[in-house]
């Protein structure tokens, strides 16, 4: 297995040239600490610039941070949290939503890794039946939803204006887990504001888009983040050196990097996806909407493939894997990828 290349995940390769050099101007002289600095004024207004004057933005080390802080922050413990079975909130990140928050996750089925009417209708009925047996049961609070989701897919704006509107209806708080944010506005080709319309807080991924150790927690009305700050101190997640945390979101969001990034990353799994169609007992499963390609492969290719380029079985009962280009991945990569997956599945005699 080559260490140099993956389509393992996204957040495999290093970071990108402009945030590392970005990092190695804060080590220059003093700042002041947790936040009261230059480096975090410029950032928080670079991203205040495309989700709105409104927008409360707060940097923390780790998605999983930014998920959980996002949810304990407008939620209590007898509350509930909506989300679909296949989020990672739900499958990824070993309880911690639940163990931190003491919120109940309550999932629903998923169509491609989205919310639908069904599941919609189905959340409704949970809805009304625990507000019924309130103190009894949970109070739902919050619904979650991942842009892009957990198979690649993408959310339409009308899709997320349907979410929003059916947690207007019920008095729900919306939360966009938003790890691969950019590229899901990249393939939309629709700005973060507009993606976000009607969202309360997102948690906005930045480790997977070039970032070193990054993410930030955005809340969209007024007044919505007033806790975050105790609860951020609370969970371990308030750096005193939060300059090199910030100097990498000021990169980010100069000369739309984000997107710069996101579109590579959209544009080689669409390459990805061209080289392996054409290739003897190969089959795509999901749709190709973002930085990720899913197919099926023959059993006894996966390990041996696995030698050349890491990634992930998805789903071993099907033999189903996942590729997930990034910032980084080249058309070489993707050649070199295809011509070995060739050689297993079409040896010659």
Known sequence: MSEEISFGSDNHYGVHPDVMA???????????????????????????????????IFFVFNGTAA???????????????????????????????????????????????????QSLEQAERVILDNLAMAPHRTEPKIISLTQTTEFGTVYSIDEIRTICAFARQHKLYVHMDGARIANAAAALGVSLKEMTEGVDVVSFG???????????????????????PYLRKQAMQLPSKMRFLSAQFDALFTDDLWLRNAQHANQMARLLEKALRPISGIKITRPVEANAVFAILPADVIPQLQKHTFFYEWDSS?????????????????????KELRRLVQPTS
């Open 67 to 117: 998920n959980v802080l996002s949810i304990q922050t407008l939620a209590r413990p007898h509350q509930a949290v909506l989300c679909t079975t296949c989020a990672h909130i739900n499958t990824d990140e070993c309880g911690a939503p639940e163990a931190m928050t003491g919120c109940k996750l309550i999932s629903f089925p998923h169509q491609d890794g989205k919310w639908n009417s």
């Open 22 to 56: 970005a990092i190695v101007r804060a080590n220059s002289g003093a700042a002041h600490a947790y936040g009261e600095d230059a480096y975090t004024e410029r950032a928080v207004e670079k991203m205040r610039a495309v989700f709105g004057s409104q927008a409360d």
């Open 206 to 228: 930045g480790t997977k888009n070039g970032l070193m150790c990054a993410e930030a927690v955005v809340f969209l009305r007024p007044g919505l983040g007033q806790a975050f």
């Open 318 to 338: 099907l033999h189903e894997v996942r590729l997930m280009a990034s910032f980084h991945t080249t058309q070489t990569e993707i050649e070199g990828f295809a």
